[in-house]
């Protein structure tokens, strides 16, 4: 053994040098896979990193680099790795302290002055203004947030909002929302990178203050987006109208909750907002055309790059469609991907291929890092690995079909790429939103290939003979498009069992997915094939997810319990966000009253008592729940939205309104003794955005 030992250690190393060696032409595709790892790593701190720790990040990773030029071609991926993964620390933390702007502390009730830089509408249809240079009554200009959003209500129909107004109103202000459970979406840390201080609403009416500055280029380009809107559905009508308005201008504000509803439960929601298919599809058919035009010219077809011409175009055209669609987070990102790959036609390089989407991933996560937590970013960049990486087999396999099967190309095209895609976007839709449309694939293949083939070329088409006054014939064809695409949302959604609620994975289920998905397309060799396990390994850890046996709002007003039959909630209306999110973390499709409605819960309104495993829990509600509580607290946990006075609930565990500020939504397990109890706080830690 003495003597095979040192043989078999030369084997490895030497099996480890070729692999690493084979991995040459493909080492970019790790770039934003170690990038994405750094970034991972600075926002999972639970303390906020100190300028030592940056400076000692940054020389380290100056140190890495120079080692991996100093060393052999075998071992300087590892060293440039390692400093990617840092510089990725680096970049997040260069960009949290880049955005960072005051955050309320309290609840506000007073006069709000700004200017309208956004208009949007919220969860409930409301419209809805962010505004920057905010003026807060009797606060210093240096607590007050940059940027706050306010929801309007009731009729504002005395002004036109445009961005640019300044305008002044009495509403009410709040510090945005953490999560409603541990370890759950945090508000708090998205409106941070968006420069959000305050969110809050108004009742009253909104005041102009001053004008929108003519002349600016933003107030231009959102009147035209405008105007173009309310042209496109002034001349169709009723869905198809808001359908169509919403992906030529990114105006979702006429778009019915109905049909919108329709569109999620089908799987075909991404018609609507304006990504990398919008994005794909225009600037392909631009691209086509152009080009077949310019072939159509001999004398220039022979002396010019008309397929570079054509992707100059193709460029500008999505540049303008940027810009008129309100640059939207999804639409810069699609946007970036597209140019990357345009880019390439213009270097004589493959357009598609992976190499182009590594390209355009690092480029979003330097510009934007806190983008890997989004599920348009992981849905995308799935979708978009998965056709490149599928279109690349199928390529290298086609010269094996039969010439009289090769007419099926196309079609086959169609329903790989509708199957693939949604294959492997599935987990992360899952994931992010706790359901699977089951009939999605049936819908996309339906809809899909006409958004293409028929509405995109159609929207092209109407805005060339727009200004000549010739837009009535394409724009009739996009709008039988789009009732198509409606009336297959209606049927697929309708559909018994077309939609299965899922429980929300745990922290390490998507980290591992992805790993095994990219280290299964990126690795070259037999090395990938450790890609599967992972990925299987992380739906084994997904499907024995542990939910909280009891979850407490950070309100102190709303408790919910395990059962048999469900969770159980406290109340049948009140911290309807919270209760909304617990079931469809649950995988649940119930709603609050039904929740609410199960045995578990005993008591009367304002003192509700519980008991789970031999733990009991008791929750009281404001003045009359007060009253109701003695010296003792009458169960092992007691939860109050109102403080009671000193000396009450000393021999029980207290989650009171000054407690509750601290801690955040709380979770409780309780299959050991003591409890174990995990709150918002603990996994928040002390970052930028929870101070």
């Given at each position: ?28 595709l790790?770039v934003?896979i170690?990038?994405?790892?750094g ?21 380290c990773?100056?140190?890495l ?13 590892l060293?440039?790795?390692a ?7 680096l970049l ?9 702007e ?5 609840r ?6 700004g ?9 409930s ?26 929801s ?30 541990p ?18 609403y ?13 002349g600016?280029a ?10 173009l ?5 002034s ?5 198809a ?10 105006d979702r ?6 049909a ?17 298919l ?22 220039l077809?022979l ?13 500008a055209?999505?540049?303008a469609y ?6 939207a987070?999804?639409t ?7 140019s ?9 390089r ?33 979708a ?35 199957a ?8 992360f839709?899952?994931a ?25 070329p ?13 837009s ?11 009732e198509?695409?409606l ?6 959604s ?6 299965t609620?899922v ?12 790993l ?21 390994a ?5 499907g ?7 979850l ?16 159980v ?19 649940e ?15 009367g309104?304002?003192d ?32 109050t ?6 000396g ?23 299959d050991?003794?003591?409890p ?6 603990d ?9």
């Amino acid at each position: 053994m003495a003597e095979t030992s040192p043989h078999s250690a030369a084997t490895r190393r030497h099996w480890f040098a070729d692999a690493l060696l084979a991995q040459r032409g493909s080492l970019i595709l790790f770039v934003p896979i170690c990038l994405a790892t750094g970034i991972a790593i600075w926002f999972g701190l639970r303390a906020e990193p100190g300028e030592i720790v940056y400076w000692t990040a940054a020389a380290c990773a100056a140190l890495l680099l120079l080692l991996g030029l100093l060393a052999g071609d075998a071992v300087a991926p590892l060293f440039w790795a390692a400093a990617l993964v840092l510089c990725g620390l680096l970049l997040a933390g260069g960009r949290a302290h880049s955005v960072a702007e005051p955050i309320l502390s309290f609840r506000y009730y007073g006069p709000i002055q700004g200017r309208i830089v956004d208009i949007d509408r919220s969860g409930s249809d409301k419209i809805r203004f962010t505004l920057d240079q905010v003026v807060l009554e009797d606060m210093r200009p240096e607590r007050v947030p940059a940027r706050v959003r306010v929801s309007l209500h009731g009729a504002q129909n005395h002004m036109s909002p445009e961005p640019g107004l300044t305008v002044i109103l009495t509403g009410h202000l709040l510090p945005p929302n953490g999560p409603v459970e541990p370890g759950g979406f945090d508000f708090r840390r998205l409106a941070f990178f968006e420069r959000l201080g305050a969110v809050g609403y108004t009742r009253t009416p909104v005041l102009v203050l001053a004008p929108a500055e003519e002349g600016k280029a933003g107030l231009t380009i959102f009147r035209l987006r405008m105007a173009l809107s309310q042209w496109v559905q002034s001349r169709i009508p009723g869905d198809a109208g808001a359908f169509a308005a919403a992906i030529m201008t990114g105006d979702r504000s006429a778009m019915p909750f109905p049909a919108l509803d329709s569109l999620r439960r089908s799987n075909l929601a991404h018609l609507l907002a304006i990504s990398g298919l919008h994005m794909g599809l225009l600037t392909g058919v631009v691209f086509s055309a152009l080009r077949a035009a310019l072939a159509l010219i001999p004398w220039l077809a022979l002396r010019a790059p008309i397929r570079k011409i054509a992707a100059l175009g193709a460029l500008a055209v999505g540049a303008a469609y940027l810009a008129l669609s309100g640059g939207a987070v999804s639409t810069e990102r699609a946007f970036v991907m597209v140019s990357v790959m345009l880019v390439a036609i213009l270097l004589d390089r493959r357009a598609i291929s992976l190499r182009s989407v590594a390209i355009a991933a690092t480029i979003i996560l330097i510009r934007t890092p806190e983008a890997l937590f989004s599920a348009g970013f992981q849905m995308s960049f799935a979708a978009t690995t998965a056709l490149v990486a599928a279109f690349g087999l199928l390529r290298d396999h086609r010269a094996r079909l039969p010439r009289s099967a090769r007419w099926l190309a196309p079609a086959l095209a169609v329903c790989l790429s509708s199957a693939v895609a949604g294959v492997a976007t599935a987990p992360f839709a899952a994931a992010h939103f706790n359901r699977i449309a089951d009939y999605g694939l049936v819908a996309n293949l339906l809809s899909v290939p006409l958004m293409g083939t028929v509405v995109m070329p159609a929207a092209v088409a109407t805005a060339l003979l727009w200004p000549v006054g010739l837009s009535a014939i394409p724009l009739w064809v996009m709008a039988c498009g789009l009732e198509w695409i409606l009336g297959v949302a209606g049927w697929i959604s309708g559909l018994e069992g077309s939609v299965t609620h899922v429980v929300a994975p745990g922290p390490a289920v998507l980290p591992l997915l992805s790993l095994g998905i990219l280290w299964l397309v990126a690795w070259k060799g037999r090395g990938r094939w450790l890609g599967p396990p992972l990925m299987l390994a992380a739906l084994l850890a997904w499907g024995r997810a542990d939910r909280p046996d009891i979850l407490i709002a950070d309100s102190g007003g709303l408790v919910g319990i395990a059962s048999p039959a469900g969770r159980v909630l406290s109340r049948p209306s009140g911290d309807g966000f919270a209760a909304a999110t617990w079931l469809e973390n649950d995988g649940e499709s119930v709603n609050q009253t039904e929740a609410a409605g199960r045995p578990g819960f005993v008591g009367g309104q304002y003192d509700r008592v519980a008991d789970l495993n031999g733990l009991s829990i008791r929750l009281l509600r404001g003045k009359t729940g007060a009253a109701a509580v003695e010296s003792a607290c009458g169960a092992d946990i007691l939860v109050t939205n109102i403080d009671l006075p000193d000396g009450h609930a000393a021999d029980c565990v207290l989650f009171n309104p000054a407690r509750l500020r601290e801690t955040g939504a709380v979770a409780i397990w309780t299959d050991s003794t003591p409890p174990r109890i995990l709150t918002a706080a603990d996994i928040g830690g002390d970052r930028l955005w929870t101070r």
